[in-house]
């Protein structure tokens, strides 16, 4: 089984268009639930399983941020089943913004692309 | 082609050995020498390529610091000939110590597993 880097790219930007509208039933739909999803906020540590992943997202769509999401450098590949997005997220918030480094890691099923694993890596403006 | 995933875990902790090592060579070895590897260093933006990746690896292999690598929490998974290791890099330094939330992802080739990104995020100790 194998899907196409075009759908790749659609159920990614999904992806940052759940975040941005706060829908964390949409959020939920994107991911695999199963124990090896895994997902690496900016500065935190690595959460494994959905029910944690699942728990941060409702934590993190339900706060009272709110972002703006611009993606540069957008790349994705498929390798059968399987698909990655490395990007630049820049993200505009009330009186700040910032740049996340990050890849997604999707698997392909019967219902199309799922995450498998989201993982921001803060870029600091000192480097 | 597909690899298995205890060969993957051997190759993940040559990386870490290269590292620890300051072995230029035997890092540069591990990768793919091709324009679609990227690499996330702790901090750092997305460097695309294998002249800008090496050249990275260079400079900080070629540097004054020196790190000791205690890795837990480490989950290797294998997709056809894809697979990737997701872990937290313990770093030991001088007068230091810090943790790196990672996820490498690793091509199957003629050679055996390479790498194809490696992504490291520093973990924020206020969280």
Redesign the interface.
Known sequence: MSGDVAELIIVNQAFYDAHEARDAQAMADLWLHTD?V?C?H?????L?GWPAVGQSWDAIIGGPGRLQFILT?V?A?V????G?V???ENLVGPGETS?V?T?N?F?FTDDGWRLL?H??????AS?
């Open positions: 090896d895994w690496v900016p500065g935190w540590p690595i494994r450098d790349v590949q390798e059968g089943a399987t990655w490395s990007l630049n740049t480094a890849v890691l698997r694993a993982h921001g890596s803060p870029v600091m480097l």
